[in-house]
């Protein structure tokens, strides 16, 4: 199971933190990252994080974006710093197994991941 949490309304320039817990799931190579989609817009791989503790982000959010694991190794954050209204979407929290990788892997493979209920984040000006 994947439960993701944290989202919410931000003002242009603002910061929410994003958190997803896995349990249940059980591999030894894996790919915890964080997708979204917007209204309208292609879904799009945001960051990533894999059981060596690479880490990728998408080009839109490098620099403002931190994808880190908890202590408990089950949980992952999604640092989001100064926050643009094209950063509003829905983000999915998502686990893929049989491989570590980054962001690209996990768009090229999301329909054979385990996927989040998803939660909003919505940037006013």
């Known amino acids: 199971q994947v439960a993701d949490f944290g989202g919410g309304p931000v003002q242009v320039g603002g910061s929410l933190r994003l958190s997803c817990v896995v349990s249940g799931i059980t591999y030894d190579d894996y790919i915890i990252g964080w997708m979204r989609q917007a209204p309208e817009k292609d879904r799009e791989g945001v960051a990533a994080i894999d059981n060596y503790d690479a880490i990728t982000y998408a080009d839109a959010v490098q620099g403002r974006f931190t994808i880190s694991k908890g202590t408990d190794k089950n949980t992952v954050h999604l640092e989001m710093n100064n926050l643009k209204l094209e950063d509003t979407a829905m983000y999915y929290c998502?686990?893929?197994?049989?491989?570590?990788?980054?962001?690209?892997?996990?768009?090229?493979?999301?329909?054979?991941?385990?996927w989040g209920q998803g939660t909003q984040v919505t940037v006013s000006s």
């Open positions: 998502v686990v893929l197994g049989g491989a570590p990788g980054g962001v690209k892997r996990l768009v090229d493979f999301d329909e054979y991941a385990s």
